[in-house]
């Protein structure tokens, strides 16, 4: 069993994008995300009573607290038993047993601390975030040894048992920062100029929801994977042709980003997204928040991450490469209803701070 060797951990990890590639990545084909500047921090510190107490601050949308050695009708909840918005709660449940079975972590019990920038349902791979920084703070905490790549693998484990069916792209960029290549299901680093976008996000998860909706929100991305899969197996002639156009249009766009050529980035952006809306994974709202900003004179707009279904409220995020219009799409974007966030690529990966 390892040993606890320090009074206190942070693990913090940046929000990402998807560039290009989104849900074709699921199937081999070559994808492109970035960090973003806005981060989710996981505190582990010591706790006086054995179990794990778990408190969470999402600064978009809401808090909560909860005891993870909870029971229900004489029966400890395991990670299954989260399915609302407590969602960010099944994961570090998950996170937790995940480690019990792997590496013998002990019942010794810990405080923990989410505090994350990041909405929630939105394509920004807040559950990755959750994931990574949980796995890495308690590792850290409890003394477990390993790199970077055994965090990484460790989450998207995590990430695989809550969620079904995720490729590594998510818990990779959390992970490492930066830029990330998803070929295959292997992931590459890569060095690229820094990019300034706009996110545009609707509707995190608001504190007033039903407990119903909630979790069908919190099972979007799964739900979004599952229609693209049963698309691509009635369309199967009609499918491939669109998976090899993705995985060319990334290695344009790397090299477009490479060659600071925001005319041809933007243009490759404006056929990803026709090709996801092709594959039924763009709502309303996220299609007028692209037309908006190409309209008044973005260089290019995508949906971001899984994207979404109108029957599920049209929530997700749009990626915009401004060019001189910022200020305009930005206003635009608020009429619509959307939050509007200013971001950087290539932020920095996992950082961990112990305190002592
Ligand atoms: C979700 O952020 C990205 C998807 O491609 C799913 C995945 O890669 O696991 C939709």
Redesign the pocket.
């Known amino acids: 069993m390892p040993s606890v060797t320090v009074k206190e951990i942070h693990a913090s990890v940046p929000a990402k994008v998807?560039l290009f590639g989104?849900?074709f990545?699921?199937y081999g084909t070559r994808a492109l995300a970035a960090a973003i500047n806005c981060r989710l921090t996981v505190g582990v510190s010591g706790r006086e009573k054995s179990g794990y107490h778990v408190k969470i601050e999402n600064i978009p949308t809401f808090g909560l607290e909860l005891d993870l050695e909870e029971q229900r009708g004489g029966k400890a909840l395991t990670y299954k038993d989260f399915s609302s918005a407590t969602r960010a709660i099944a994961y570090v449940k998950a996170a937790i047993e995940y480690l019990q079975e792997q590496y013998g972590l002990g019942r010794e019990g810990a405080e923990i601390e989410i505090t994350s920038e990041i909405p929630l349902s939105a394509?920004l791979?807040s559950s990755a975030a959750t994931c990574v920084a949980t796995i890495a703070a308690l590792r850290a905490y409890f003394g477990i040894e390993g790199d970077m790549n055994k965090i990484q693998k460790d989450a998207h484990a995590v990430e695989k048992l809550v969620q079904g069916?995720?490729?590594p792209?998510?818990t990779a960029i959390s992970t490492y920062g930066g830029y990330v290549l998803v070929e295959r299901n292997e992931v590459k680093r890569l060095r690229l100029p820094e990019l300034d976008l706009m996110v545009g996000c609707i509707g995190s998860i608001p504190l007033s929801m039903d407990s119903t909706k909630a979790t069908e929100l919190s099972l979007k991305?799964k739900t979004?994977?599952a229609g693209v899969r049963e698309r691509k197996e009635l369309f199967s002639g009609i499918f491939d042709p669109l998976f090899d156009a993705v995985d060319e249009l990334t290695a344009q766009a790397i090299r477009a980003i490479e060659e600071g050529d925001s005319a041809r980035l933007g243009a490759l952006m404006n056929i990803n997204h026709g090709l996801l809306d092709a594959i039924g994974v763009v709502p309303r709202r996220l299609s007028e928040l692209v037309k908006v900003s190409q309209e008044l004179g973005a260089l290019g707009a995508k949906v971001t991450?899984?994207g979404g279904t109108d029957d599920m409220g049209g929530i997700g995020s749009v990626l915009v490469l401004p060019g001189e219009s910022g200020a305009r799409i930005k206003a635009a974007m608020e009429i619509a209803g959307a939050l509007a966030m200013d971001v950087k690529t290539g932020g920095e990966g996992l950082k961990i701070e112990p305190g002592y």
């Open positions: 998807i989104e849900h990545v699921v394509g791979g069916a995720a490729s792209i998510d991305t979004l994977v991450g899984a």
